[in-house]
């Protein structure tokens, strides 16, 4: 601190009590700033291990604040701050010297032990910055500037939170945008990115009504429920529904049970499972799609997932409920031969009586079970369970309508073309020109 004392007595000679107030203490401080901000930074560099770890450009841009704090304080003063009675508040330009990236690098507490280390530095130095009979107006003063210094940081990180918040706000109901079109994965990875968000698997889209009032307030609900269950989550609210994104959930189900009251009344579906985001389009397309068609289900419980609204989903004209349907249990039922399917038939029509199939399929009711049974397996809805049944009727239903076509690709099997005749015969297409 040699530069400091060096600086001070530089003006010790000709200052006598009785001078403007502190006018004698501020010419030295002003002369001391450079080597109290070096000091300062010093000692953050000795008791702050996170502050030794910093990048280089930050550190000398808590340099940069660190001067312009000195500069602030004599401001403060010289304008009337070091009174008792004053209510001067410190200008939040002071940490107008760094750029906003600081206040996101360094948190408000940190912020607070660098602003706690400089005031620590400037009261040792009291003795040798203030002119003779002014030490414990100097020292009273600092400490009334400490207090506003914290205020004025408060405020600075205050409305970088404010702005942040906004912009995340934003991108976030981009990105649920981007998801409910179906955009390409690089879109949806950069939106993501730009959020930071983990991408834990699984994920999984839940869709509701949304409970209405400010935007912000229904999202900060669903953040906070989501922290509580450890999961991570990206909101929207288009229209009259409530988007969420759920991540890192093994259950999504569940998770969407935890942040049911972030939704308003009706049904909320959640869509399937898939490995990241970049998959979550298929997901929300099923979510929105089973959101769309849950009102045919009143009973239906709360939440519910996207593929137990299948028979409703295809009702309403979602070609993927339909293709689900038509190939993973109408097609499965035909593969696996046609006495299942002749037995369903049979069921259906003996509107479930067990001895009533058997007789119209001249076996014993035994058999009728046995195949009810293997139905169950193949297709993984019970013809018992009376919602399955209606799943599979709706299946045998699109199947038939729908049905599985091969498609065979057609080839030239013999092409002449002598100069004045051409014959092709491509499949049983036999067309000849003279």
Not at 359 to 382: C, D, K, M, Q, W
Request: hydrophobic share 45%; with cysteine.
């Amino acid at each position: 601190m040699e530069p400091l004392l060096r600086a001070c007595q530089a003006d010790a000679v000709g200052n006598e009590p009785g001078d403007a107030e502190l006018s004698a203490t501020l010419r030295r401080i002003e002369r001391a700033a450079g080597a109290l901000a070096t000091g300062s930074v010093a000692r953050m560099d000795e008791t702050l291990p996170w502050f030794r770890s910093l990048p280089a450009d930050q550190r000398s841009w808590v340099m940069l604040v660190a001067q312009a704090g000195v500069r602030s304080l004599v401001q403060w003063l010289s304008s009337g701050g070091g009174s008792a009675d004053s209510t001067q508040e410190v200008s939040d330009e002071v940490f107008a010297a760094a750029p906003l990236e600081l206040a996101r690098s360094i948190t408000l507490q940190q912020t607070v032990a660098l602003i706690k280390v400089t005031i620590d530095v400037v009261e040792e130095q009291v003795p040798h910055l203030a002119a003779k009979g002014e030490e414990q107006q100097l020292r009273d003063a600092v400490l009334r500037f400490s207090r506003e210094i914290a205020f004025a940081a408060a405020r600075v990180y205050a409305r970088a939170a404010e702005s942040r918040g906004a912009w995340d706000a934003r991108l976030q109901a981009l990105l649920v945008d981007a998801l409910l079109r179906g955009d390409s994965p690089d879109v949806l990875a950069s939106r993501a990115a730009a959020l930071g968000w983990a991408d834990a698997p699984p994920v999984a889209v839940a869709v509701g009504r949304s409970p209405g009032g400010e935007v912000s307030a229904v999202l900060h609900t669903v953040y906070r429920l989501a922290r509580r269950i450890g999961a991570e989550v990206i909101g929207g609210v288009h229209g009259d529904r409530l988007v969420v994104v759920l991540g890192g959930a093994a259950d999504p189900l569940a998770a969407a049970d935890k942040l049911l009251t972030a939704f308003g009344e009706g049904p909320v579906v959640v869509g399937p499972a898939v490995p990241s985001l970049d998959e979550a389009t298929e997901s929300a397309r099923a979510a929105l799609a089973g959101f769309r068609a849950a009102p045919a289900w009143p009973t239906a419980p709360r939440p519910v997932s996207a593929a137990d609204l299948l028979p409703e989903r295809a009702l309403a004209g979602d070609a993927e409920a339909r293709r689900r349907l038509r190939h993973d249990v109408y097609a499965v039922l035909v593969r696996a031969g046609g006495e299942l399917l002749e037995t369903l038939d049979a069921y259906f029509s003996a509107s479930g009586t067990l001895e009533s199939a058997a007789r119209a399929l001249f076996v014993h009711p035994n058999t009728v079970r046995y195949r009810l049974r293997r139905i169950a397996e193949v297709t993984g809805f019970s013809p018992l369970v009376p919602r399955d049944a209606f799943a599979l009727q709706i299946a045998l239903t699109v199947g038939r309508l729908d049905p599985v076509v091969p498609v065979v690709s057609v080839v030239p099997t013999q092409t002449m073309n002598p100069a004045n005749t051409k014959t092709v015969q491509t499949g049983d297409d036999h067309r000849r020109s003279l």
